[in-house]
């Protein structure tokens, strides 16, 4: 199994495939291109027919597509998804509208791992957004998250859904109180998260157009 991601601080899409996979506790070859660079979306198509990451290669099955990646992980490890029913169908629900939804937070709260931009990026949209995410992290965990610190008690698909969010968090200073204050802290914690977190501060390649606030 191969996964191809781009670069760590950056690539939001990438963080969610990969602890999708790293959390289904998968053995697979990373392959990180740099992205926006000269050659990256040349490299990029070797691997993926959309030219875009991630790209997930399984003994010769390409899927590209985060969300399309978390779902084939989860049939190949069916503990990625809760197994009562209603709450697997809302942790779908809730990821596929994180991938789908929240345009103003992705343009003003671009994930940038290495930065500290507490009190930036702010608009009423991006408020809005933000009150609905937590939101969600607060009935999620209300209502399925007895048996552990994630939105469905272990991690799912759904929690790798929102990991880059709980960077944005961080780098711009937002604080959910509560439940969801709770949850954005144990994400924070998790080893993978912190394992994603240590490769991002070691990569010197510097994207200009995410470094929104320098």
């Not at 990646?69 to 809730?94: F, N, Q, S, W």
């Not at 698909?157 to 109180?177: I, W």
Request: glycine share 8%; net charge negative.
């Amino acid at each position: 199994m191969k996964l191809i991601i781009g670069n760590k601080n950056y690539s939001s899409w990438s963080l969610r495939a990969w602890m999708s996979a790293r959390a289904g506790g998968f053995t697979f070859e990373e392959i990180r291109i740099p992205l926006f660079i000269p050659g990256s979306r040349e490299h990029i198509l070797s691997h993926s027919p959309s030219g875009k990451v991630p790209c997930l290669i399984d003994h010769g099955l390409v899927v590209w597509d985060s969300l399309a990646i978390g779902e084939y992980l989860a049939e190949k490890a069916p503990h990625l998804l809760p197994a009562d029913v209603a709450a697997r169908a809302v942790a779908r629900a809730v990821t596929a509208e994180m991938h789908s939804g929240f345009a103003n937070l992705r343009q003003h709260m671009s994930m940038n791992i290495r930065k500290d931009y507490s009190g930036h990026g702010h608009t009423p949209e991006v408020d809005a957004e933000i009150a609905r995410i937590i939101a969600i992290w607060n009935d999620c965990r209300a209502r399925f998250g007895a048996g552990g610190p994630y939105l469905f008690g272990t991690f799912t698909t759904a929690d790798a859904a929102f990991a880059p969010v709980c960077f944005r968090f961080r780098t711009y200073g937002v604080k959910p109180d509560g439940a969801a204050g709770e949850y954005l802290a144990a994400m924070l914690a998790n080893p993978h998260m912190q394992e994603w977190e240590a490769a991002a501060r070691l990569e010197t390649e510097s994207i200009k157009s995410e470094d929104l606030y320098d």
